[in-house]
């Protein structure tokens, strides 16, 4: 079974009817039903609370129900996890890369997944920690809205 990384974006528009990307992630997942999603505690972290803001207590519940179920697997970081997070969120310093971005890259480099599932374009120039380019598996599969 192919592992794929997912970020933050498209998380937060499987449990939000009323985001721009719902429906392609939602088509996405289906289509993809023999792909491993997992993800890491800041991105679930970043999830939630724009779920809890944007949406409602009850879109939140409904995402960390869905975590429980097996919708996404959620990582254990590693003991020197941090260190290689915040060694690529300074490689980063002067995108727009942020603290979950930085545990999306951290995780793929340590688990040797290239696949990434993002609505981030910024994706694009940002390497694992290995120094190996991510793909963006959502944008290969379809085009973003004008």
Known sequence: MKSVVADSGPLLALFNRNDSWNARVLVW???????HLITSWPVVTEVCALLSKRVS???ELDFLAWIERGGVTLDVPGPVSFHDVLAIA???RDVPFDF????VAELAARHGI???LTIDR?????RDG???PLRNVLRMAVRRPA
């Open 29 to 35: 997942v289906e289509t993809n039903p023999r792909v």
């Open 57 to 59: 207590g009850s879109a």
């Open 90 to 92: 300074r490689r980063y």
């Open 100 to 103: 979950a971005d930085a545990s």
């Open 114 to 116: 290239v696949d990434v």
């Open 122 to 126: 910024d994706f694009d120039i940002y």
């Open 130 to 132: 290995r120094g190996k």
